[in-house]
């Protein structure tokens, strides 16, 4: 199949798999003699694979290990895959806790905003964006 053909069956657009190709992550199976790049089903297993690990939240860095690992699986150990997921759960958790704190810091600013029609020459929220050092104090609580 060409690239059109694949970035189609993968719901994702050509330019995707051409960055994923500059990334060294996909590489197509060959050319046609008009210079066409042709990939095969190797090549939407491995592109479908990209995919999934990226909704995952893995980097790209991250995806080009664990595609090496899933072409050469008898040379790493089951712990090491499992310790990569471990790692982005731990980091997917601490980014959840700080976009809690960041919600409950905008709940109380938004709150604390009447919002009528008057102008916001004496708006709460905009004051509260100008008081940098209470900004940051309200964050990291």
């Known amino acids: 199949m060409q690239i059109g053909e694949l970035a189609k069956r993968c719901s994702v657009s050509i330019d995707t798999v051409r960055?994923?190709?500059?990334?060294?992550l996909l590489k197509p199976e060959?050319?046609?003699?008009?210079?066409?790049?042709?990939?095969?089903?190797?090549?939407?297993?491995c592109l479908q694979f990209i995919l999934k690990a990226k909704s995952?939240?893995?980097?790209l860095r991250e995806i080009q290990d664990l595609l090496q690992?899933?072409?050469?699986p008898e040379d790493y150990e089951?712990?090491?895959v499992k310790q990569m997921a471990e790692d982005k759960?731990?980091?997917?958790?601490q980014k959840i806790a700080e976009l809690k704190q960041?919600?409950?810091?905008?709940?109380d600013v938004a709150e604390s905003c009447y919002g009528g029609t008057e102008p916001a020459t004496s708006c709460s929220i905009i004051d509260a964006l100008s008081n940098h050092s209470e900004?940051?104090?309200?964050?990291?609580?």
């Open 69 to 72: 690992i899933r072409v050469s």
């Open 102 to 107: 960041i919600q409950a810091a905008l709940k």
């Open 30 to 45: 060959g050319r046609t003699p008009a210079g066409y790049r042709y990939y095969a089903g190797e090549s939407l297993k």
């Open 56 to 59: 995952l939240g893995f980097t």
């Open 89 to 93: 759960l731990t980091n997917i958790e």
């Open 19 to 24: 960055y994923y190709e500059k990334q060294g």
């Open 78 to 80: 089951c712990a090491k």
């Open 135 to 141: 900004n940051q104090a309200a964050v990291k609580e």
